[in-house]
Nanobody, 114 residues
């Protein structure tokens, strides 16, 4: 079992990206999920969380109103929709299954630059 992130890329300021995190049904259906990010030279920070059923979401102040976390039980996938991207959003983004004990995935690079 693992977490596989995808969807990153290079985007101009103000643009949008949607990140995906695919995992097994066992992991997906039983655990809250989170997105973290790590910028060069900085510690990994929590960006967004979603409850197991998807009814409760929380966000870092820096992304509130711009990012949306969601989960699709038919695809066992968690998404992070990122709008109005800023250069300071540049980082490697990782998903995490709370309580799973799974190692971090490879992450997906997001670069916001003109």
């Amino acid at each position: 079992e693992q977490l596989v992130e995808s969807g990153g890329g290079l985007v101009q300021p103000g643009g949008s990206l949607r990140l995906s995190c695919a995992t097994s049904k066992t992991i997906f259906s039983g655990m809250p999920m989170r997105w973290y990010r790590q910028a060069p030279g900085k510690e990994r920070e929590l960006v967004a969380s979603i409850s197991t059923a998807g009814g409760i979401t929380t966000y870092a102040d820096s992304v509130k109103g711009r990012f949306t976390i969601s989960r699709d039980k038919t695809l066992n996938t968690v998404y992070l929709q990122m709008n109005a991207l800023k250069p300071e959003d540049t980082a490697v983004y990782y998903c995490y299954a709370v309580g799973s004990g799974l190692p971090w995935g490879q992450g997906t690079q997001v670069t916001v630059s003109s």
